[in-house]
């Protein structure tokens, strides 16, 4: 199946500080990739809608200002939390849609805001 | 895209198949069933799809209903490695946006 990365794999920042996750295909290109977030003992909710070099499409409830996204190339696709708060630790997943059909997951990124 | 409903858990002993039921009653002509798993702290792998013939690959096989309604996830030879809340989704060809619910949490038995 396809590959999908994503670096780092767990990150621990400090209150109001910036933390970018980076998300790559491997061996395919995607025009489309979308972020979730999944909390403990949760099922994963999308955030958002990446479109290579267009605006993201957000879900509703998610602040598109704290959480940006670039998909500045059909393999890499970047989410930033702007101001990181404790409440914005969480398990981050992204994925990216090969061809109209199926979605490949990146392996997530665990982040933790103390 | 049309809601699915899962057993919350299932138990499968090691080298046995794990039938994995999933109810899609309300679901389109031409919504796709759509099948991933989540093994702890990783992110979703996908497993397999249909629309109305069976499929096999190397990991699974997907029987699906003459009407529709319902699907079956194969695992013909359940390891521990397999583990895993199992997803059943109905996704629509032109749409992309998967809708996760809780799936069913397979625990495989040594």
């Known amino acids: 199946g396809a590959v999908v990365s994503q670096h780092p794999s767990r990150v621990i920042c400090k209150s109001g500080t910036s933390v970018k996750i980076e998300c790559r295909s491997l061996?395919?290109?995607?025009?489309?990739m979308f972020w979730y977030r999944q909390f403990p003992k949760q099922s994963l909710m999308l955030m958002a809608t990446?479109?290579?070099?267009?605006?993201?499409?957000?879900e509703q409830g998610v602040e598109k200002d704290k959480f940006l996204i670039n998909h500045a190339s059909l393999t890499l696709s970047t989410l930033t939390v702007t101001s990181a708060h404790p409440e914005d630790s969480s398990f981050y997943i992204c994925?990216?849609?090969?061809?109209?059909?199926?979605?490949?997951f990146g392996p997530g990124t665990r982040l933790l805001v103390l | 895209d049309a809601k699915t409903t899962q057993p919350p858990s299932m138990d499968c002993a090691e080298g046995r198949a794990a039938n994995l039921p999933c109810n899609h009653s309300?679901?389109?002509?031409?919504?796709?069933v759509y099948w991933y798993r989540q093994i702890h702290s990783q992110g979703p792998q996908y497993i397999i799809h249909?629309?109305?013939n069976n499929e096999t690959n190397e990991m699974a096989s997907l029987i699906i209903t003459e009407d529709r309604k319902s699907s079956t996830l194969i695992l013909p030879h359940a390891t521990l490695r397999d583990t895993a809340v199992y997803y059943c989704?109905?996704?629509?060809?032109?749409?992309?946006?998967?809708?996760f619910g809780e799936g069913t949490q397979l625990t495989v038995n040594p």
């Open positions: 994925s990216a849609l090969q061809g109209r059909e199926t979605q490949y």
């Open positions: 061996d395919f290109q995607a025009t489309t």
């Open positions: 990446s479109n290579e070099g267009s605006k993201a499409t957000y």
């Open positions: 309300t679901i389109s002509g031409n919504e796709y």
């Open positions: 249909g629309l109305k």
């Open positions: 989704i109905a996704l629509g060809p032109s749409g992309s946006r998967l809708t």
